[in-house]
């Protein structure tokens, strides 16, 4: 899914191309509206949650349980911040990375969210998902010179089943 049909459109192609049978959303990852409770085995985060920020990432991450049958698996990625970095720093034109929001700029417009640790699990966990491995990995070699942009980290998680299914 992406919310951006061009996206859609090269990632058709792509799968085509690679003779890949898979089946491409346009639809927003906030509110999964498209689909119903339970309609999931597993959920993929590949590199969207991090471009959502503030109130929406616990919208999304409640609407990824919700479309999650129970037992299915959640595997979520989070871009970690460097905490030391406590100023506003310049990235060049109107960009810039926010410490306090933790979030970077495109068009001076927040666009990339940099998580904490802790506050990942958090936001996993408040959905109600319980976690079943997260590791961080280092960030890609090519922004290595990104200096408020610490690590990659992953977490795997999964829908609880109630109790009373059994
Ligand atoms: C870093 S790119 C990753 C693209 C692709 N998923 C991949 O793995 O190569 C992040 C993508 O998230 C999409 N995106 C951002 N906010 C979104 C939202 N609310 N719903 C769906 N897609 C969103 C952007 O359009 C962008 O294509």
Not at 6 to 32: K, P, S, Y
Not at 54 to 80: M, Q, S, W
Not at 98 to 124: A, H, N, W
């Amino acid at each position: 899914m992406d919310v951006v049909p061009e996206a859609i459109d090269w990632a058709r192609q792509q799968a085509r191309e690679q003779g890949i049978e898979a089946h491409f959303t346009v639809g927003n990852v906030v509110t999964l509206s498209a689909y119903a409770d339970g309609f999931f085995d597993f959920v993929f985060d590949a590199d969207c949650l991090f471009m959502i920020i503030g109130k929406d990432r616990k919208t999304c991450v409640e609407n990824v349980f919700r479309v999650l049958k129970p037992g299915g698996i959640f595997y979520a990625k989070a871009h970690l911040v460097n905490e030391k970095i406590k100023i506003r720093t310049r990235l060049g034109g109107k960009n810039y990375f926010d410490p306090k929001g933790q979030y970077s700029t495109v068009e001076g417009l927040p666009m990339y969210y940099f998580s904490r640790e802790q506050e990942f699990k958090d936001l996993i966990e408040g959905a109600g998902f319980k976690i079943l491995h997260y590791r961080t990995n280092p960030k890609p070699a090519a922004r290595a010179r990104v200096s408020f942009y610490a690590a990659d980290m992953w977490i795997e998680a999964f829908r609880p089943i109630p109790r009373n299914r059994f």
